[in-house]
C-alpha cells in the first residue's frame, strides 16, 4: 500500500509556471506507472501526465504538451510535474496516483481512489 502527498499548487497568472510533488511513502514505491489527474469544476477527472517506470516513457494529453513535464526522483520518492506557460484552462484540482497504467498513447487507472489533490489557479 502507498500513500500520496501531494502539494505545490497555487494561484499564479497566465504564461506563468508551478512544479507540483508528490510524495510516496510506504512499501512497493516503485510503482508501475504515477501520474497526475486533474478536474475542472463540473467536469470528469483527465489523465494529464504519467511517467512508466519499466522504460520511463511518458504520457501527456494533448492539451499540455510541450508545456508540461513529468519526472520522478526516486532518492526521493517524489514524482514532479513542472507546469510552465499556464493556461486559465489548465485551472482545476490536480491528483497524483500510483495505480494508473498505459502507455504514450492513453493513461487508465486500476482503481477510482483519489486523493485530497492540489488546487491550480490560473488567472
Known amino acids: 500500500h502507498v500513500q500520496l502527498v501531494e502539494s505545490g499548487g497555487g494561484s499564479v497568472q497566465a504564461g506563468g509556471s508551478l512544479r507540483l510533488s508528490c510524495q510516496a511513502s510506504?512499501?512497493?514505491?516503485?510503482?508501475?506507472?504515477m501520474g497526475w489527474y486533474r478536474q475542472f469544476q463540473g467536469e470528469e477527472r483527465e489523465g494529464v501526465a504519467a511517467?512508466?517506470?519499466?522504460?520511463?516513457?511518458?504520457y501527456y494529453t494533448d492539451s499540455v504538451k510541450g508545456r508540461f513535464t513529468i519526472s520522478r526522483d526516486d532518492a526521493r520518492h517524489t514524482v514532479y510535474l513542472q507546469m510552465n506557460d499556464l493556461k486559465s484552462e489548465d485551472t482545476g484540482m490536480y491528483y497524483c496516483?500510483?495505480?494508473?497504467?498505459?502507455?504514450?498513447?492513453?493513461?487508465?487507472?486500476?482503481?477510482?481512489?483519489w486523493g485530497q489533490g492540489t488546487q491550480v489557479t490560473v488567472s
Open positions: 510506504g512499501h512497493d514505491y516503485l510503482r508501475n506507472c
Open positions: 496516483v500510483a495505480d494508473c497504467y498505459g502507455s504514450t498513447y492513453y493513461l487508465a487507472r486500476l482503481t477510482n481512489n
Open positions: 511517467v512508466f517506470v519499466y522504460d520511463n516513457s511518458t
